[in-house]
């Protein structure tokens, strides 16, 4: 299963430089291209703080709900993403790794 997002804890300082007043969640590092993150319109930047309604904290929350999941190719994942001030709600729709 490809979702094509990289993602890391958030620290005082980076939550403070992208202006978010907190360090729960984790913050959106890279970005592969064409990836079902990216068409789903996933940015650089953007705060996840939660995914298919659970409350992410940190990378290891983000990873055990992703494997709690069980999600296969063709799922969807509901991301609740904090972006310049707004909470999004985005739906992504997982694929398979590109040969």
């Known amino acids: 299963v ?3 997002m990289y993602v890391s804890n958030l ?3 980076i939550a403070r430089s992208l202006g978010y007043p907190s360090t729960r969640g984790v913050y959106v590092r890279r970005l592969d291209k064409h ?3 990216e068409k789903a ?3 650089l930047g953007d705060i ?3 995914i298919n309604g659970e409350e992410v904290n940190s990378y290891a929350d ?3 709900i992703i494997l709690s999941l069980d999600l296969r190719v063709g ?3 509901r991301l609740k993403v904090w972006r310049e001030g707004k909470l999004l ?3 992504l729709l997982l694929e398979r790794y590109p040969d």
């Open 2 to 4: 490809w979702i094509g």
């Open 11 to 13: 620290n005082p300082y």
């Open 35 to 37: 990836s079902p993150a």
């Open 41 to 43: 319109g996933v940015q």
């Open 48 to 50: 996840i703080v939660e």
């Open 62 to 64: 983000a990873q055990a």
């Open 75 to 77: 799922d969807k994942m």
């Open 89 to 91: 709600e985005i739906d």
